[in-house]
C-alpha cells in the first residue's frame, strides 16, 4: 500500500466507490427484475386467475337465473330468449373455463387443477341438466295446455253452456205449454230435455276441471284415472247429445247438430291436446329439474368454485407474502452492500490518509526541526510514492546542509586560526616596527652624534690644519688635541659597529615580517576555496529545494484533482438522495484530505524556501568574510612591498654604515698616525700637514657619509612607521575577520549535525 | 421556493459568491481547451469536447454584466443537468461548498437592477459575511440575447 504512487491510491479509492455503485446497481436490478417477476406472477397469473374464476361464477349465476326465467316464463317468445341468454351464458362460461385451465397450467397450480378438474364434473353435470331444464322450458307444454283450457275449451264451455241454458229455457216453456196443455209426453220430453241440456253444461264444467287436474298432474297413476275420465266424460257427452237430438225441436236440431259437431271436432281436439300436452308435462318437469337437480349442481359448482377462489385467494395472500420477502430480502441487500461499501471507503480512505497524513506531519516536525537548526533528524522513510520522495529529498537536504554546514564550520575554524596567527603577526611587526623605530632614532641620534663630532673633527683638523705651520710652539697642546680626537674616533668607531648590529637586527626582523605576510596570503588562498566550496554546496541545495518544489506542485496539482473528484462524488451522492448519504459523507472526508495535503505541501514549500533564503544569507556571509579576506590579502602584499623596500633600505644602510665603519677606521688609523706624528711634531711637521690634510678630507667624507646614513636612517624611520600603520591596520582587519569567523562559529553551533 | 431545505453548489465569480440548485448540476470539470464559436452571441464563451460530448459553455460574466477578464489556467467549468437544457456549462473562476440551505433563509431582495440579468437571480441569502446569489440554471439558455431578441421580435 505504501509503495503506490498518491494517484494509485485515489484511483483506487475511486474504482472502490465507482465498484461498490455497480454492486448496489446491479443487486438493486436484480431484486427488482424478481419482484417484477412476481408482481407479474401475481397479476398475470393469480390475480387474472382470481378474476376468471369471479367471471365464471358470474356467468353461471346469469345462466342459472336466465334458466330459471325461461322455465317460469309461459310465453313462447321469452322463452326462447332467455334460453338464448342462458347457453350464451353457458358458452361464456366454458371459454372462461378453458382460459381459466390455461393460465392454472401456466402458473403450475395443482391444487387448483385439481379443484378445476372437480368443477368441471360438476359443471359438465350441471350443464347436461341445464341443456335438458331448456330444452323442457322451450317446450312449455303444461302452459300451452293451460292456455287451450282456458282460452279454447272456456270460449266452448260457455257456448255450450249458452246452448244449454236455451234449450234448458225451451223446455221449461215447453213444459208450462205441455202442462197447461195436459200433454204428459210432451211434457216428459221437455223435462228431459231439460235435463239433458243441464247434463251437457255440467259435463262441459267437469270435463274443463278434469283436463285441469290432468294438467297439474304429473303421476302416471293419477294420469291414466284422469285420462280413462276424460274418455268417460267424452262418451257422455256424446250420449247427451244424442238423448238432446231425439228430444230437440225441429228448431233446435239444427243448433245441437252444429255443437255436435264443435264437440266432436274442436272439443276432442283441445282435450286430447291438452292430454297430450299435460302428459308431456315438461314445464313440471323442467321447473322441478330446476329447482332439484340444476340447483345442486348449481350448488356443487359454487361450492368448487368458492374453494377454488379461497385457494386462489390463499395463493394471492402467498404471492403477496413472497412480495413482501422479496423486498425486505432486496432492501437489506442494498443496505448490507452499501454499508460494507461505506466501510471499505472509510477503511481505504483512513488508511490512505494515515499513509499521507503520517509521512506528511513527520516531514513537518522535522522541517520544523530543520527551521530551529536540528538538522541531526533523518525521516528515511522506505517508501516509493510522491511523500517517500519528497522525504528522501528532504533527507538529502538534510545531507547536503549538515555537509555544508561542517564545510563552513571548517572554514570558519581556519579563519579563526587564521586571523589569531595574523594578529599575532602583526602584533610582533608592530613591535619590531617600534623596536626598529626605536633603533632608528637611536641610529639616528648616533649619527647625528657622529655627525657632530665629524663636523667638529673637521672643525678640529681644519684648526689643525691651520695650525700645522705654528705648531712646533704647541706641540705638547697638539698632543693633547689629537688624544681628545683619538678618543672621538673610537667612539664613532663603536657607535658605527652597534649601528651596523642594529641595522642587521632590522633586516632581519623585515625579512620574518616578509615571510609571515606571504603566510597571510596563503591564508586567504585557502579561505577562498572554503567559501567556493560552500557556493558549490549552496547550489546543490537550492537544486534538492527545487526538486521539493516540484514534488509539492505536484501534491498541490493532486490535492486540486481530488478536491474536484470529491466534489464530483458530493454531487452525485447528493442527486443519489437518501441512498447516496454514506458516500457524500465519505467524499466530504476525502476534499478534506485534500485541503490537508494541499496545505502541507504550501507548508513545505514555504519551510524549504526559509531554508534557502538562509543557506543564501549564509553564503552571502561567507562572501562578506572572504572580502575582507581579501582586504587583508591586498594589506598584507602591501607590507610585502614595504618590507622590501624596507628591506633594501637597510641594506643599503649596512652598506653605507660599513664605508661608514671604514672611513671612521681609516679616520682612527690616521689620528692614530696623527697621534704618532704629534708625538714626533717637530719632526715631521709637513707630514703632520699631509695628515691633517688628508684627515680633513676623510672628516669631510665621513661627513658626507653619516650625511647620507641620516638620511636613510630617516628613510628606514619613516618606512618602520608606514609598516607600523599597515600592521596596525592589519591588526584591525585581522581582529574584524575574527570576529566574523566567531560569529559564524556561532552561526554554526546554532545547528545540531549530529 | 417553497422547500423547507436544498443543496446548493457555490462558486465565485469576480471574487462574488453565487450558487446553483445541486439538482441542476451534473459535474465540476477542469479546464479544457475550447472553440470560439463564429457569429454566437458574446455571452458564448464557446464550444468544449468533454469526454467525447460537445457542451456549450456560457460566459457568466457577460450574463451578469460583471467585469470581463480572460479566464484563468485555474478556472473551471460546471456543466448541467438535461433538466436545466442541452448539454451546456460555465466557466466559473472556482469552486466553492456543497451547502445546504434553509428556504427560510432566503431574503427576497432587489440587489440586481439590470433587467437583463433579473430573470437568472432567483434568490439572495447571507453566508457568513457574504452575500450568495443563487441563480436559476434552466434560466441560462433563455438569457441568451440572441434568444431575446428572437422573443422580443416574435412579441
Not at chain 1, 305 to 324: F, G, N, P, Q, V
Not at chain 1, 559 to 582: C, D, P
Not at chain 2, 4 to 32: I, K
Not at chain 2, 43 to 58: A, C, D, K, S, T
Amino acid at each position: 500500500m505504501k509503495n503506490l504512487r498518491m494517484a494509485q491510491k485515489l484511483g483506487l479509492l475511486v474504482c472502490l466507490l465507482l465498484i461498490i455503485t455497480v454492486i448496489v446497481a446491479v443487486v438493486g436490478a436484480m431484486q427488482l427484475s424478481s419482484f417484477n417477476t412476481q408482481v407479474r406472477n401475481l397479476v398475470n397469473v393469480t390475480a387474472s386467475g382470481l378474476e376468471k374464476v369471479f367471471q365464471l361464477r358470474a356467468r353461471i349465476l346469469q345462466s342459472i337465473r336466465w334458466e330459471k326465467s325461461s322455465a317460469l316464463t309461459s310465453d313462447d317468445a321469452d322463452s326462447l330468449k332467455f334460453v338464448e341468454k342462458a347457453r350464451e351464458q353457458i358458452k361464456e362460461a366454458n371459454d372462461l373455463r378453458t382460459a381459466l385451465a390455461q393460465i392454472l397450467e401456466q402458473g403450475k397450480f395443482e391444487l387448483e387443477r385439481r379443484q378445476l378438474d372437480d368443477f368441471n364434473r360438476h359443471w359438465d353435470a350441471f350443464q347436461a341438466t341445464m341443456k335438458k331444464v331448456l330444452e323442457l322450458s322451450l317446450e312449455n307444454t303444461n302452459t300451452k295446455a293451460t292456455r287451450l283450457i282456458e282460452v279454447d275449451l272456456t270460449k266452448h264451455v260457455k257456448d255450450f253452456s249458452g246452448l244449454a241454458k236455451s234449450l234448458e229455457q225451451a223446455a221449461e216453456q215447453e213444459f208450462k205449454a205441455a202442462e197447461l196443455a195436459k200433454e204428459p209426453t210432451k211434457m216428459a220430453r221437455s223435462l228431459r230435455k231439460f235435463h239433458e241440456a243441464s247434463r251437457l253444461r255440467d259435463l262441459m264444467e267437469t270435463l274443463r276441471w278434469t283436463l285441469y287436474t290432468h294438467n297439474a298432474a304429473s303421476d302416471d297413476q293419477v294420469l291414466n284415472q284422469l285420462d280413462s275420465d276424460v274418455r268417460q266424460i267424452q262418451d257422455r257427452l256424446a250420449t247427451t247429445f244424442e238423448s238432446l237430438l231425439e228430444v230437440a225441436d225441429e228448431r233446435d236440431k239444427g243448433e245441437v247438430k252444429r255443437y255436435q259437431s264443435i264437440m266432436n271436432g274442436d272439443v276432442v281436439r283441445i282435450a286430447d291436446d291438452t292430454r297430450r300436452f299435460s302428459r308431456r308435462n315438461s314445464t313440471s318437469i323442467s321447473q322441478a329439474l330446476s329447482l332439484k337437480e340444476a340447483a345442486e349442481g348449481a350448488d356443487a359448482c359454487d361450492k368448487v368454485i368458492t374453494s377454488l377462489i379461497e385457494s386462489m385467494r390463499a395463493r394471492m395472500e402467498d404471492d403477496k407474502k413472497a412480495m413482501e420477502s422479496a423486498y425486505q430480502w432486496a432492501v437489506f441487500q442494498i443496505v448490507f452492500v452499501t454499508v460494507v461499501g461505506i466501510i471499505f471507503g472509510g477503511i481505504l480512505g483512513y488508511t490512505i490518509e494515515r499513509g499521507i497524513s503520517g509521512p506528511m506531519s513527520l516531514a513537518l516536525s522535522n522541517l520544523h526541526r530543520m527551521a530551529v537548526g536540528d538538522l541531526s533528524q533523518r525521516l528515511k522513510l522506505d517508501r516509493n510514492d510522491e511523500i517517500g520522495e519528497m522525504t528522501q529529498a528532504l533527507d538529502k537536504v538534510s545531507d547536503h546542509l549538515v555537509a555544508l554546514l561542517h564545510q563552513v564550520r571548517d572554514g570558519a575554524d581556519g579563519l579563526g586560526q587564521a586571523s589569531t596567527h595574523l594578529q599575532k603577526l602583526a602584533g610582533d611587526l608592530m613591535a619590531q616596527s617600534e623596536e626598529t623605530t626605536v633603533q632608528a632614532s637611536t641610529v639616528a641620534s648616533g649619527t647625528e652624534e657622529l655627525t657632530a663630532t665629524i663636523q667638529s673633527m673637521a672643525g678640529a683638523s681644519e684648526q689643525l690644519n691651520m695650525n700645522v705651520t705654528t705648531v712646533s710652539t704647541a706641540s705638547e697642546e697638539i698632543s693633547v688635541n689629537v688624544k681628545g680626537i683619538s678618543d672621538a674616533a673610537e667612539s664613532a668607531n663603536q657607535t658605527v659597529t652597534s649601528l651596523a648590529k642594529s641595522i642587521e637586527a632590522i633586516n632581519q626582523s623585515l625579512l620574518m615580517v616578509a615571510r609571515e605576510a606571504r603566510e597571510g596570503s596563503d591564508m586567504t588562498g585557502k579561505a577562498r576555496t572554503i567559501v567556493d566550496s560552500a557556493n558549490t554546496t549552496l547550489t546543490a541545495l537550492d537544486h534538492s529545494a527545487d526538486e521539493i518544489t516540484k514534488v509539492t506542485d505536484t501534491i498541490k496539482g493532486f490535492a486540486l484533482q481530488t478536491n474536484l473528484l470529491a466534489l464530483n462524488a458530493t454531487i452525485e451522492a447528493t442527486a443519489a438522495g437518501e441512498a447516496g448519504k454514506g458516500f457524500a459523507v465519505v467524499a466530504s472526508e476525502i476534499k478534506e484530505l485534500a485541503q490537508q495535503s494541499a496545505r502541507s505541501a504550501g507548508e513545505i514549500a514555504s519551510r524549504i524556501d526559509e531554508v534557502r533564503r538562509g543557506s543564501r544569507q549564509a553564503v552571502a556571509s561567507m562572501r562578506e568574510v572572504m572580502q575582507t579576506i581579501g582586504v587583508v590579502s591586498t594589506s598584507a602584499g602591501r607590507i610585502s612591498d614595504s618590507v622590501a623596500s624596507q628591506t633594501e633600505t637597510a641594506r643599503a644602510i649596512a652598506h653605507d654604515v660599513d664605508g661608514a665603519s671604514k672611513s671612521v677606521s681609516s679616520i682612527a688609523v690616521a689620528i692614530r698616525e696623527v697621534a704618532r706624528g704629534a708625538t714626533d711634531t717637530a719632526r715631521n711637521t709637513s707630514e703632520a700637514a699631509t695628515g691633517t690634510r688628508s684627515l680633513s678630507q676623510g672628516a669631510a667624507e665621513a661627513a658626507k657619509v653619516a650625511q647620507s646614513i641620516a638620511g636613510n636612517i630617516h628613510g628606514v624611520s619613516e618606512a618602520s612607521r608606514l609598516g607600523a600603520s599597515n600592521a596596525s591596520s592589519v591588526h584591525s582587519s585581522s581582529l574584524q575577520l575574527g570576529g566574523l569567523a566567531e560569529t559564524l562559529r556561532k552561526a554554526i553551533q546554532q545547528f545540531r549535525l549530529n | 421556493m417553497t422547500a423547507t431545505s436544498q443543496h446548493v453548489c457555490t462558486f465565485r465569480l469576480d471574487g462574488h459568491l453565487y450558487g446553483f440548485d445541486l439538482a441542476m448540476v451534473r459535474e465540476v470539470h477542469p479546464p479544457a481547451p475550447w472553440v470560439v464559436v463564429p457569429k454566437a452571441p458574446p455571452e458564448v464563451h464557446g464550444l468544449v469536447n468533454l469526454r467525447g460530448r460537445i457542451h456549450l459553455i456560457l460566459d457568466l460574466r457577460q450574463m451578469l454584466n460583471l467585469k470581463s477578464l480572460a479566464p484563468s489556467a485555474d478556472h473551471l467549468f460546471i456543466l448541467f443537468r438535461e433538466v436545466a437544457g442541452e448539454s451546456f456549462g460555465i466557466v466559473v473562476d472556482a469552486i466553492g461548498e456543497i451547502l445546504s440551505i434553509d428556504g427560510k433563509d432566503l431574503e427576497w431582495k432587489e440587489t440586481e437592477r439590470n433587467p437583463k440579468s433579473s430573470k437568472l437571480i432567483d434568490g439572495v441569502l447571507t453566508h457568513g459575511e457574504e452575500i450568495l446569489t443563487l441563480l436559476r440554471a434552466n434560466a441560462l439558455l433563455g438569457a441568451l440575447s440572441h434568444n431575446r431578441v428572437k422573443q422580443g421580435a416574435g412579441s
